[in-house]
């Protein structure tokens, strides 16, 4: 089993070393990573590790961000020093997590419990953002999709809306290219800044920056045109127009 120890403090890391070893020093423990930016890099030119062992604080930022730059998907042992109530936000998503100074029994529980799964149970890049929107009070600026072989990343201020199509949801940018995403409607509804998006539908959100045009429609509803034509009218919901209103007026 390959690990992964994600952790700026050069003791702390240390220690978790020791204490993996300890469990089973057959594990091969990869050298520890002390920043969000040499995560990354790691990530990018490495082979992806079994299981990782991260702390959510780190030298340049919040590990989370992590899941921004990257679309990692690998089981993860939170070390912390944040309070518990915090992290009952995403206990159940995550493998688990170890509140530092790290207790030995305690990491040997987390690590049996990672082997428990037959089918190791992923954090996914939604999980990683409702955590770091619960903890920095921000909402997700970029997403990132895979084009082929090639990763892109595209700022909120690029997009012009989201839509499910075929129990599919996609995100279309300012140059009406069209792309597929992990992600619920509902998911994104929590995650975008409603300053910037709107829900106008079941099947649509919008951002502000992608109304040319709105125009009234049949049975008091609203049609929206955008500046990128779209296959799909794109319609207010009868019972969203007054809350689209009030939206509008900032």
Same mark, same amino acid.
């Given at each position: 089993?390959?690990?992964?120890?994600?952790?700026?403090?050069?003791?702390?890391?240390?220690? %978790?070393?020791?204490?993996?070893?300890?469990?089973?020093?057959?594990?091969?423990?990869?050298?520890?990573?002390?920043?969000?930016?040499?995560?990354?890099?790691? $990530?990018?030119?490495?082979?992806?590790?079994?299981? %990782?062992?991260?702390?959510?604080?780190?030298?340049?930022?919040?590990?989370?961000?992590?899941?921004?730059?990257?679309?990692?998907?690998?089981?993860?042992?939170?070390?912390?020093?944040?309070?518990?109530?915090?992290?009952?936000?995403?206990?159940?998503?995550? %493998?688990?997590?170890?509140?530092?100074?790290?207790?030995?029994?305690?990491?040997?529980?987390?690590?049996?419990?990672?082997?428990?799964?037959?089918?190791?149970?992923?954090?996914?890049?939604?999980?990683?953002?409702?955590?770091?929107?619960?903890?920095?009070?921000?909402?997700?600026?970029?997403?990132?999709?895979?084009?082929?072989?090639?990763?892109?990343?595209?700022?909120?201020?690029?997009?012009?809306?989201?839509?499910?199509?075929?129990?599919?949801?996609?995100?279309?940018?300012?140059?009406?290219?069209?792309?597929?995403?992990?992600?619920?409607?509902?998911?994104?509804?929590?995650?975008?800044?409603?300053?910037?998006?709107?829900? %106008?539908?079941?099947?649509?959100?919008?951002?502000?920056?992608?109304?040319?045009?709105?125009?009234?429609?049949?049975?008091?509803?609203?049609?929206?045109?955008?500046?990128?034509?779209?296959?799909?009218?794109?319609?207010?919901?009868?019972?969203?127009?007054?809350? $689209?209103?009030?939206?509008?007026?900032?």
């Amino acid at each position: 089993m390959k690990c992964l120890i994600i952790e700026d403090e050069k003791n702390a890391a240390e220690r %978790i070393v020791r204490l993996v070893k300890k469990y089973d020093p057959g594990i091969e423990v990869s050298a520890p990573i002390y920043s969000v930016q040499q995560a990354v890099d790691y $990530f990018m030119n490495n082979n992806m590790p079994d299981l %990782i062992l991260m702390d959510i604080q780190l030298s340049d930022g919040l590990s989370f961000e992590i899941f921004e730059k990257y679309p990692l998907k690998v089981p993860v042992i939170f070390t912390t020093a944040f309070n518990e109530y915090a992290l009952k936000a995403f206990k159940v998503n995550s %493998i688990d997590y170890l509140l530092k100074p790290i207790d030995y029994k305690e990491l040997c529980s987390a690590i049996d419990k990672f082997k428990e799964y037959k089918t190791p149970k992923i954090n996914d890049t939604v999980v990683f953002d409702s955590i770091l929107k619960t903890l920095t009070n921000s909402y997700k600026s970029k997403f990132v999709v895979k084009v082929g072989e090639h990763i892109k990343v595209y700022t909120t201020n690029e997009i012009e809306l989201f839509y499910s199509m075929e129990k599919a949801v996609f995100l279309r940018n300012t140059n009406g290219r069209d792309y597929a995403l992990n992600y619920s409607l509902d998911q994104l509804e929590e995650l975008l800044d409603p300053k910037q998006f709107f829900r %106008i539908s079941r099947q649509t959100i919008v951002s502000f920056n992608a109304i040319k045009d709105i125009v009234s429609y049949s049975s008091s509803r609203l049609k929206i045109i955008p500046h990128s034509p779209f296959e799909e009218e794109l319609i207010v919901s009868r019972d969203r127009v007054q809350q $689209f209103k009030l939206w509008l007026e900032g």
